[in-house]
């Protein structure tokens, strides 16, 4: 049965932006690349056509890269063909589905756009993983979340940035500390709403 893309998105709880493939520059990757050591097993969520999955593999000890899309991944294996890397496992299935594999210590998510950073935090957490490389926070540059560090509960910040694990980011105050490094917090007011991420900042960055 074949289905026309906007019931596809519906279906998977995805809206148009963030079921939508778009690749992002070198620098991105590069600094991506940076932070993958040999001994790092990587899930990759949301991998596009593969193009970063690839060069991970090539630097990393094993790389699950899943992408929701069907047509991307066919047409990305059909490129790749008999080249497949041995310690690439190519999983095409919803990353909200699917459950973190055993052992992994980095998981990527570049997805600007992406509505389930709080789901995707909290699995990597569970599952152990030390670190999360993302562009979905801040929407820029490489964010380099360290998942092991204790978290203060939103309504202790006083004054300053904030990043939250569930995925929204903003400043709350009078507006003096402005070069403040932000503070990991959890529980801030978007967490306890139902609202989209992107429509929730106390400070808009
Ligand atoms: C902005 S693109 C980035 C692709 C790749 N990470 C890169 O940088 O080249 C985001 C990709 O994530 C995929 N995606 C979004 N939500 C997903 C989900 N829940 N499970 C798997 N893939 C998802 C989209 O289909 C799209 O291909």
Known sequence: MKTD???FLVRHDLDEWEGRFSPYD????QAVLEHVAPTDVVIEIGAGDLRLALRLAQQAQQ????????????????????SLPRNLAVIC???LDFPVPAGVTVGILLMR??????????RLQAAGCRQLLTNARWKYGL????????RIPFAELAEGWYACRCGAVGY?????????????????PACNSQRNVESYKVVPV
């Open 172 to 188: 709350v105050g009078t507006g003096n500390r402005p070069d403040a490094a932000p503070v990991e917090v959890t529980d801030c």
């Open 63 to 82: 790389v699950y890269a899943i992408e929701v899309n069907p047509l991307l991944v066919a047409q990305a294996l059909k490129g790749i063909g008999l």
């Open 26 to 29: 070198e620098d991105l990757y």
């Open 143 to 150: 964010e380099v979340v360290d998942l092991t560090v204790s």
């Open 113 to 122: 756009h992406c509505r389930h950073f709080g789901v995707y935090f909290d």
């Open 93 to 95: 299935a919803n990353a």
């Open 5 to 7: 893309i906007a019931s």
